[in-house]
């Protein structure tokens, strides 16, 4: 009995591996669908293999699962998703989560990609290529769904439809990267590593990434005479970035004290009045634009002497000590938050501290991201001036 029950496991195993479901989580080697490969089944494979119906790649594969999988993951909403295969393609829906992807260079996985972001990312190899699932506003879930992605991460704090649409079509979905805080960034980054399998590379970045932090830390930045910043969004004039924003914590990390920690914000920002930048009197001003990035050209640059000479003569910021001595820099928004703030503390640092830091290459550290990290060579403009 147990002898015929063992051969019509291998027959079953014959019919099933290599083929796709249509609907749901196919995994290489299980054959009675419970999304698991037990040692039973991957002796059947192991038998096939044998009998040169399944090839070596193949059988590596089921073994791999087997040893290693299912696995359960805690997304940074806590919810539990179980993975009970290799994730081969994955479809980031947020702005946040297409960076860490590529940083853990997992680009090739990327099944689908967002209209704005394709664009926003077209300097990445094979991102201009990608199928598109829609835009921010409105995504193409007919789309994904016929994509068939092993997973789906987004960063939404509303997921019901997302939820409903991936339930029906027995998609796993995840919540990563969905607040600005570096502490989460880094967590997330983790778990993301172990659904992509890049452990090892993940680990790597964080080392450096801290080790990088750590050269901020410095008992020469006393209280008493921190710089005092005032941080802009690129939203509207004197809209700046209080205590709940990414940008409040980057300040933090290169030692200094944002002016707006105090005010309640909507919840990252909050409008001030001109007269409330001159009292405070920062000796630092910080403003996000989205005209440093990637692709600058000469008549970006024109731009950006443009933006900085209306800011050194607007009212309520060159009354300010930080317009007097020349201290108004222009940062693009992904140095204040999510995965490159580490990179924009560094900038931040040798702004406000040019004499402690001295030693201290910003543009090495972002020329090393861009290079080692996204695969990439170094180019563009990302913040201005330079920091010397």
């Known amino acids: ?42 002796a059947a494979a192991e038998k096939l293999e044998q009998e040169g119906k399944l090839s070596a790649d193949e059988m590596e594969e089921i073994k791999h699962i087997y040893e290693k999988y299912p696995i359960n993951i805690t997304d940074s909403a806590n919810r539990t998703v179980t993975i009970y295969k290799p994730v081969k393609t994955i479809i980031p829906m947020s702005a946040s989560n297409y960076e860490p992807i590529i940083l853990l260079a997992a680009t090739d996985k990327i099944a689908g990609v967002r209209e704005d972001l394709q664009k926003n990312y077209a300097w990445i190899p094979g991102m201009i290529d990608k199928p598109v699932i829609g835009a921010s506003n409105e995504i193409d879930y007919e789309k994904v769904i016929e994509l068939r992605p092993d997973i789906v991460i987004t960063a939404a704090s509303d997921v019901s439809v997302l939820e409903n649409r991936m339930r029906l079509a027995e998609i796993p979905y995840l919540i990563l990267f969905r607040t600005l805080d570096q502490d989460a960034f880094d967590k997330d980054l983790k778990t993301l590593s172990n659904v992509l399998e890049k452990e090892k590379r993940a680990d790597e970045f964080l080392s450096w990434k801290h080790d990088l932090l750590n050269q901020l830390k410095t008992n020469e930045i006393m209280s008493a005479n921190k710089a005092k910043v005032y941080c802009e969004t690129p939203h509207h004039d004197f809209y700046t970035t209080t205590k709940k924003s990414g940008a409040h914590d980057i300040i933090n990390m290169a030692g200094g004290d944002n002016i707006a920690s105090d005010l309640t914000g909507q919840p990252y920002c909050a409008d001030v009045e001109p007269e409330w930048v001159m009292n405070k009197n920062p000796d ?52 204040t938050d999510w995965g490159r703030g580490f990179i924009g503390a560094s900038y931040m640092a040798k702004w406000f501290y040019p004499d402690i830091f001295k030693d201290l290459d910003p543009e090495a550290i972002n020329k090393k991201y861009f290079e080692k990290w996204l695969g990439v060579p170094y180019k563009g403009i990302w913040v201005y001036p330079i920091a010397s």
């Open 1 to 42: 009995m147990r002898g015929s029950t063992f051969a019509l496991m291998i027959t079953c195993a014959a019919l099933m591996i290599g083929s796709a479901l249509a609907q749901g989580t196919y995994v290489p080697g299980d054959n009675n669908g419970d999304k698991i490969v037990s040692a039973e089944e991957l």
């Open 284 to 335: 630092v001003i910080i403003l996000m634009t989205g005209m440093a990035n990637y692709t600058t050209e000469d008549s970006d640059m024109d731009n950006l002497d443009r933006f900085l000479k209306l800011a050194y003569n607007r009212t309520g910021l060159k009354e300010t000590n930080a317009a007097v001595k020349g201290h108004i820099f222009l940062i693009n928004p992904a140095y």
